[in-house]
């Protein structure tokens, strides 16, 4: 379908406020990227620029080559999913799905054909003579997404779909365009979430953005388990990643951690002689974290437990100014609460930070 390369972007409201800055971006056809980050760190804004509704203040906007800055939203070869559903109330799905080919005054042929394709591959066939207000929330989302397959554009642009729907049907809606994307391989869809898990099971590769600018790029699972900074190792994952403060008091290709609340860390993250002393956070993801016996990287007392069935959560009483420490166990261990609780962690998924930037990065 299509590349798209952002190079220097950047977004300035009233040649003073600066919202996004020297993003950089290659996109190769048949990915699906998934822009995450905090609120207000310019998301939705970075996918309005691509998609034309924004005008780029700087760097330039490419898709197969071809510099796209000042080229208007209907000639781009782009369809966007808005949040919102925006659909016509009086005209059905078929007439909702068909507008626009209409206005781009295509075939009745070629409209039947673009229409029977979509409703099939989204399973819309039984609802193509309701009007929207018969149909649920995600059918509708459903009609929403058939409507900008019709139109086979370049690049496909999702922002934040299914933001408005419930629980359950995030998850069935969530599935059906991952489904989507396998029977649309060389599809090009970039998709603006705040949900994590749409996220990790969605992208190819996923940008966290912030601070204006792109803090990491990289597959789910590069993020997860190589994160470059505190942020990222924060951002991505829930709980977030529990970081300790301590001072590395052993280098090598094993590195060892004296942590500040008196137990004591080994990382794999290899240092040298003159990391001796550093100060640093060593990062602890929940879920890596398991009760010790004798040596530990953790103790302290249980506040409060979530038993969810198959994990419980485990709430420890802050220390000083230290952020709450929060572990996932597997199973349920309700009778743990108020009990003080020993925590290690294997080395290989230990990670070490100093100045907020991963040891690994330097």
Known sequence: MADLKLTDVGKTYGGSVEVL???????KTGEL???VGPSGCGKSTLLRMIA??????????????????DVPPSQRGIAMVFQSYALYPHMTVRDNMSFALKIAKKSPQEIDAAITKAAR??????????????????????????????????????DEPLSNLDAALRVATRIEIAQLKEQMPDSTMIYVTHDQVEAMTL????VVLANKGVAQVGSPLELYERPNSEFVAQFIGSPSMNLLP?????????????????GTALSDVPTNAADMGLKVNVGVRPEDMVEAADAYVFEGTVNITEALGEVTLLY??????????IAKLPGIHKELRRK?????????????FNEGVSLLYR
């Open 21 to 27: 800055k020297n993003i950089n971006l290659d996109i």
């Open 33 to 35: 990227i998934v822009f």
């Open 52 to 69: 034309g509704l924004e005008k780029i203040t700087a760097g330039t906007l490419e898709i197969d080559g071809q510099r796209m800055n």
């Open 121 to 158: 591959i989204l399973q819309l066939e039984p609802y193509l003579d309701r009007l929207p207000k018969a149909l649920s929330g995600g059918q509708r989302q459903r009609v929403a997404i058939g409507r900008s397959i019709v139109r086979d554009p370049k690049v496909y642009l999702f």
């Open 203 to 206: 992208a190819s590769r996923i």
């Open 246 to 262: 301590g001072e590395i008091t052993g280098t090598g290709q094993r590195t060892t951690v004296a942590l500040e609340g008196g």
């Open 316 to 325: 420890f009483e802050a220390q000083a100014d230290a952020h709450p420490v």
């Open 340 to 352: 003080t609780v020993r925590l290690t962690a294997d080395p290989a998924k230990v990670h070490i």
